[in-house]
Protein backbone atom coordinates (compact mmCIF):
# COMPACT_ATOMS: atom_id res chain seq x y z
CA UNK A 1 0.00 0.00 0.00
CA UNK A 2 1.38 3.66 -0.89
CA UNK A 3 2.01 6.63 1.01
CA UNK A 4 -0.72 8.25 -0.93
CA UNK A 5 -3.37 5.44 0.22
CA UNK A 6 -2.85 5.65 4.03
CA UNK A 7 -3.04 9.71 4.19
CA UNK A 8 -6.28 8.96 2.32
CA UNK A 9 -7.45 7.12 4.73
CA UNK A 10 -6.59 9.27 7.12
CA UNK A 11 -8.22 12.00 5.93
CA UNK A 12 -11.40 9.56 5.59
CA UNK A 13 -11.90 9.04 8.82
CA UNK A 14 -11.88 12.54 10.03
CA UNK A 15 -15.47 14.15 10.87
CA UNK A 16 -17.00 16.16 8.26
CA UNK A 17 -16.35 20.21 9.20
CA UNK A 18 -19.77 21.37 9.74
CA UNK A 19 -20.64 24.72 10.99
CA UNK A 20 -19.79 23.87 14.70
CA UNK A 21 -17.06 21.88 15.03
CA UNK A 22 -15.00 22.98 11.81
CA UNK A 23 -12.52 24.99 14.12
CA UNK A 24 -11.41 21.95 15.85
CA UNK A 25 -11.60 19.61 12.93
CA UNK A 26 -9.53 21.75 11.01
CA UNK A 27 -6.87 21.98 13.57
CA UNK A 28 -7.02 17.79 13.81
CA UNK A 29 -6.72 17.96 9.91
CA UNK A 30 -4.06 19.90 9.93
CA UNK A 31 -1.80 18.05 12.13
CA UNK A 32 -2.74 14.79 10.55
CA UNK A 33 -2.03 15.70 7.16
CA UNK A 34 1.32 17.73 8.28
CA UNK A 35 3.41 14.94 6.54
CA UNK A 36 5.83 12.64 7.91
CA UNK A 37 7.56 9.39 7.74
CA UNK A 38 4.14 7.58 8.43
CA UNK A 39 6.05 4.69 10.54
CA UNK A 40 3.67 3.41 12.50
CA UNK A 41 0.84 2.85 10.25
CA UNK A 42 3.07 0.90 7.91
CA UNK A 43 4.64 -1.16 10.34
CA UNK A 44 0.76 -2.38 10.61
CA UNK A 45 0.40 -2.86 7.12
CA UNK A 46 3.62 -4.87 6.88
CA UNK A 47 3.02 -6.81 9.71
CA UNK A 48 -0.19 -7.36 8.72
CA UNK A 49 0.59 -8.90 5.52
CA UNK A 50 3.74 -11.12 6.77
CA UNK A 51 1.44 -12.73 9.04
CA UNK A 52 -0.89 -13.48 6.14
CA UNK A 53 -3.78 -10.83 6.58
CA UNK A 54 -4.43 -8.10 4.60
CA UNK A 55 -3.69 -4.42 4.42
CA UNK A 56 -6.78 -3.47 3.48
CA UNK A 57 -8.29 -5.09 6.53
CA UNK A 58 -5.37 -3.49 8.89
CA UNK A 59 -6.07 -0.42 7.18
CA UNK A 60 -8.05 1.04 9.82
CA UNK A 61 -6.02 0.07 12.99
CA UNK A 62 -2.94 1.76 10.82
CA UNK A 63 -5.19 4.48 10.40
CA UNK A 64 -5.60 4.77 14.53
CA UNK A 65 -1.85 4.22 15.11
CA UNK A 66 -1.04 7.35 13.42
CA UNK A 67 -4.09 9.33 15.13
CA UNK A 68 -2.85 8.81 18.61
CA UNK A 69 0.79 9.10 17.32
CA UNK A 70 -0.47 12.99 15.92
CA UNK A 71 -2.34 14.01 18.97
CA UNK A 72 0.95 13.41 20.76
CA UNK A 73 3.01 15.37 19.09
CA UNK A 74 0.40 18.36 19.20
CA UNK A 75 0.24 18.05 22.79
CA UNK A 76 4.16 17.45 22.95
CA UNK A 77 4.79 21.09 21.26
CA UNK A 78 2.60 23.00 23.91
CA UNK A 79 4.36 25.45 25.93
CA UNK A 80 3.30 23.29 29.17
CA UNK A 81 5.51 20.35 27.45
CA UNK A 82 8.06 21.05 25.04
CA UNK A 83 6.93 24.36 23.89
CA UNK A 84 8.39 24.09 20.10
CA UNK A 85 7.30 26.64 17.16
CA UNK A 86 8.00 23.84 14.50
CA UNK A 87 6.87 21.04 13.38
CA UNK A 88 7.60 18.92 10.32
CA UNK A 89 8.71 22.07 8.86
CA UNK A 90 5.71 24.02 9.36
CA UNK A 91 4.20 25.82 12.42
CA UNK A 92 2.92 23.65 15.56
CA UNK A 93 -1.11 23.22 15.95
CA UNK A 94 -0.64 25.19 19.01
CA UNK A 95 0.79 28.20 17.06
CA UNK A 96 -2.07 28.01 14.03
CA UNK A 97 -4.90 27.02 16.25
CA UNK A 98 -4.20 28.60 20.01
CA UNK A 99 -3.22 26.66 22.87
CA UNK A 100 -7.27 25.63 23.77
CA UNK A 101 -8.42 24.50 20.35
CA UNK A 102 -4.60 22.33 20.03
CA UNK A 103 -5.09 20.63 23.09
CA UNK A 104 -9.09 19.59 22.00
CA UNK A 105 -7.70 18.78 18.71
CA UNK A 106 -5.25 16.11 20.39
CA UNK A 107 -8.29 15.00 22.50
CA UNK A 108 -10.26 14.39 19.70
CA UNK A 109 -7.56 12.33 17.80
CA UNK A 110 -7.12 10.32 21.16
CA UNK A 111 -10.96 9.46 20.82
CA UNK A 112 -11.22 9.30 17.22
CA UNK A 113 -8.59 6.46 17.26
CA UNK A 114 -10.46 4.09 19.40
CA UNK A 115 -13.72 5.27 17.20
CA UNK A 116 -11.81 4.02 14.06
CA UNK A 117 -10.28 0.60 15.76
CA UNK A 118 -14.20 0.31 17.13
CA UNK A 119 -16.09 1.24 13.85
CA UNK A 120 -18.27 -0.44 11.26
CA UNK A 121 -15.68 -0.70 8.64
CA UNK A 122 -12.79 -2.12 11.32
CA UNK A 123 -15.42 -4.75 12.27
CA UNK A 124 -16.40 -5.69 8.70
CA UNK A 125 -12.84 -6.58 7.90
CA UNK A 126 -11.72 -7.92 10.58
CA UNK A 127 -14.38 -9.02 13.25
CA UNK A 128 -15.42 -7.45 16.48
CA UNK A 129 -13.00 -10.14 18.37
CA UNK A 130 -10.08 -8.30 16.38
CA UNK A 131 -11.10 -4.98 16.92
CA UNK A 132 -11.57 -5.08 20.65
CA UNK A 133 -7.79 -6.88 20.94
CA UNK A 134 -6.36 -4.64 18.99
CA UNK A 135 -8.28 -1.54 21.12
CA UNK A 136 -7.09 -2.91 24.14
CA UNK A 137 -3.43 -2.99 22.93
CA UNK A 138 -3.37 0.08 21.32
CA UNK A 139 -5.02 1.59 24.82
CA UNK A 140 -2.48 -0.13 26.66
CA UNK A 141 0.52 1.06 24.85
CA UNK A 142 -0.65 4.56 24.95
CA UNK A 143 -1.70 4.59 28.45
CA UNK A 144 -0.22 5.31 31.63
CA UNK A 145 1.77 2.25 31.41
CA UNK A 146 3.01 3.34 27.95
CA UNK A 147 3.06 6.23 25.96
CA UNK A 148 1.86 8.97 28.97
CA UNK A 149 3.88 6.55 31.27
CA UNK A 150 6.90 7.27 29.42
CA UNK A 151 6.15 11.37 28.68
CA UNK A 152 5.74 11.64 32.84
CA UNK A 153 8.87 10.03 33.34
CA UNK A 154 10.10 12.75 30.84
CA UNK A 155 8.80 15.04 32.91
CA UNK A 156 9.84 14.50 36.08
CA UNK A 157 13.42 14.08 34.61
CA UNK A 158 13.77 17.66 33.09
CA UNK A 159 14.92 18.91 36.71
CA UNK A 160 17.52 16.43 37.47
CA UNK A 161 19.62 17.86 34.48
CA UNK A 162 21.99 15.16 33.25
CA UNK A 163 22.03 13.23 36.00
CA UNK A 164 19.56 10.91 35.53
CA UNK A 165 20.70 6.94 34.75
CA UNK A 166 20.79 5.57 31.31
CA UNK A 167 18.33 2.78 32.51
CA UNK A 168 15.74 4.93 33.39
CA UNK A 169 16.07 6.58 30.20
CA UNK A 170 15.84 3.70 28.43
CA UNK A 171 12.82 2.75 30.55
CA UNK A 172 11.49 6.15 29.57
CA UNK A 173 12.15 5.45 25.77
CA UNK A 174 10.59 2.05 25.81
CA UNK A 175 7.84 3.77 26.69
CA UNK A 176 7.41 7.25 25.15
CA UNK A 177 8.16 5.94 21.54
CA UNK A 178 8.71 2.10 22.08
CA UNK A 179 5.27 1.59 23.13
CA UNK A 180 3.26 2.67 20.47
CA UNK A 181 5.85 1.07 17.99
CA UNK A 182 4.86 -1.68 19.71
CA UNK A 183 0.76 -1.50 19.43
CA UNK A 184 1.23 -0.71 15.44
CA UNK A 185 3.18 -4.34 15.14
CA UNK A 186 1.14 -5.82 17.02
CA UNK A 187 -2.36 -4.49 15.71
CA UNK A 188 -1.05 -5.72 12.17
CA UNK A 189 -0.67 -9.21 13.66
CA UNK A 190 -4.00 -9.07 15.23
CA UNK A 191 -5.46 -8.09 12.35
CA UNK A 192 -3.72 -11.33 10.38
CA UNK A 193 -4.76 -13.59 12.97
CA UNK A 194 -1.11 -14.39 13.75
CA UNK A 195 0.38 -17.01 16.49
CA UNK A 196 1.61 -16.25 19.64
CA UNK A 197 4.82 -16.65 18.01
CA UNK A 198 4.53 -14.46 15.47
CA UNK A 199 3.34 -11.88 17.96
CA UNK A 200 6.31 -11.89 20.28
CA UNK A 201 8.79 -11.83 17.59
CA UNK A 202 6.61 -8.54 16.31
CA UNK A 203 7.29 -7.32 19.81
CA UNK A 204 10.58 -7.68 20.17
CA UNK A 205 11.10 -6.10 16.36
CA UNK A 206 9.04 -3.12 17.93
CA UNK A 207 11.18 -2.78 21.10
CA UNK A 208 14.53 -2.81 19.33
CA UNK A 209 13.49 -0.50 16.50
CA UNK A 210 11.46 1.64 18.90
CA UNK A 211 15.01 2.27 21.02
CA UNK A 212 17.29 2.47 17.71
CA UNK A 213 14.98 5.06 16.70
CA UNK A 214 14.96 6.80 20.01
CA UNK A 215 18.83 6.70 19.99
CA UNK A 216 19.18 8.09 16.35
CA UNK A 217 16.79 10.91 17.40
CA UNK A 218 19.27 11.78 19.92
CA UNK A 219 22.08 11.73 17.47
CA UNK A 220 20.62 14.03 15.26
CA UNK A 221 19.42 16.78 17.68
CA UNK A 222 23.12 17.34 18.05
CA UNK A 223 24.18 15.89 14.53
CA UNK A 224 21.30 17.74 12.06
CA UNK A 225 19.87 20.84 11.24
CA UNK A 226 16.60 22.97 11.26
CA UNK A 227 15.89 22.60 7.58
CA UNK A 228 16.45 18.72 7.33
CA UNK A 229 14.73 18.15 10.44
CA UNK A 230 11.84 20.10 10.42
CA UNK A 231 12.15 21.07 13.71
CA UNK A 232 14.53 22.99 16.09
CA UNK A 233 17.40 21.43 16.69
CA UNK A 234 19.68 21.58 20.06
CA UNK A 235 16.57 21.34 22.27
CA UNK A 236 17.82 18.71 24.47
CA UNK A 237 21.14 20.24 25.18
CA UNK A 238 18.94 23.29 26.07
CA UNK A 239 16.53 22.20 28.02
CA UNK A 240 19.57 19.90 30.01
CA UNK A 241 18.06 16.98 29.02
CA UNK A 242 19.95 13.45 29.21
CA UNK A 243 20.12 11.51 26.11
CA UNK A 244 22.29 8.94 24.63
CA UNK A 245 24.35 11.22 23.39
CA UNK A 246 24.77 13.41 26.83
CA UNK A 247 25.41 9.78 28.66
CA UNK A 248 27.34 7.45 25.85
CA UNK A 249 28.65 9.80 23.41
CA UNK A 250 27.97 10.09 19.84
CA UNK A 251 30.38 7.16 18.59
CA UNK A 252 28.66 4.40 21.20
CA UNK A 253 25.44 5.46 20.47
CA UNK A 254 25.99 4.24 16.57
CA UNK A 255 27.36 1.37 17.63
CA UNK A 256 24.11 0.72 20.37
CA UNK A 257 21.92 1.70 17.41
CA UNK A 258 23.61 -0.37 15.12
CA UNK A 259 23.17 -3.69 17.37
CA UNK A 260 19.60 -2.96 18.07
CA UNK A 261 18.76 -2.86 13.86
CA UNK A 262 20.69 -5.95 14.04
CA UNK A 263 18.31 -7.60 16.96
CA UNK A 264 15.53 -6.13 14.94
CA UNK A 265 16.01 -8.12 11.77
CA UNK A 266 17.01 -11.06 13.85
CA UNK A 267 13.90 -11.22 15.69
CA UNK A 268 12.37 -11.83 11.76
CA UNK A 269 13.69 -15.30 11.42
CA UNK A 270 9.86 -17.03 12.48
CA UNK A 271 8.50 -15.59 9.58
CA UNK A 272 9.64 -18.07 6.46
CA UNK A 273 9.35 -15.23 4.01
CA UNK A 274 8.33 -11.71 2.90
CA UNK A 275 10.27 -10.17 5.78
CA UNK A 276 12.54 -8.36 3.25
CA UNK A 277 10.23 -4.96 3.56
CA UNK A 278 10.85 -4.89 7.03
CA UNK A 279 14.19 -5.60 7.23
CA UNK A 280 14.89 -2.52 5.32
CA UNK A 281 12.78 -0.73 6.92
CA UNK A 282 14.86 -1.13 10.22
CA UNK A 283 18.33 -0.38 8.23
CA UNK A 284 16.70 2.75 7.27
CA UNK A 285 15.48 3.91 10.34
CA UNK A 286 19.11 3.86 11.86
CA UNK A 287 20.52 5.21 8.96
CA UNK A 288 18.43 8.17 8.37
CA UNK A 289 18.78 11.59 8.36
CA UNK A 290 15.99 13.50 9.34
Not at 15 to 35: F, Q
Not at 44 to 58: D, N
Not at 108 to 136: D, P
Not at 195 to 206: F, I, L, S, V, W
Amino acid sequence: MTLSEIEKALVSFLPEKDEYIKTVVSAMEYSLTAGGKRIRPMLTLQFAKLCGGSEECALPFACAVEMIHTYSLIHDDLPCMDDDDLRRGKPTNHKVFGEAAAVLAGDALLTLAFETVLSEKAAALNGFAKCAEAGRVLASCAGAEGMIGGQIIDIESENEARSISLERLRVMDEKKTGALIKAACLMGCISAGADETQKNAAARYAECIGLAFQIVDDMLDVTSDEATLGKPIGSDSANNKSTYVSLLGLDECKKLASRLTDEAISSLSVFSNGAEDLTALALSLRDRNQ
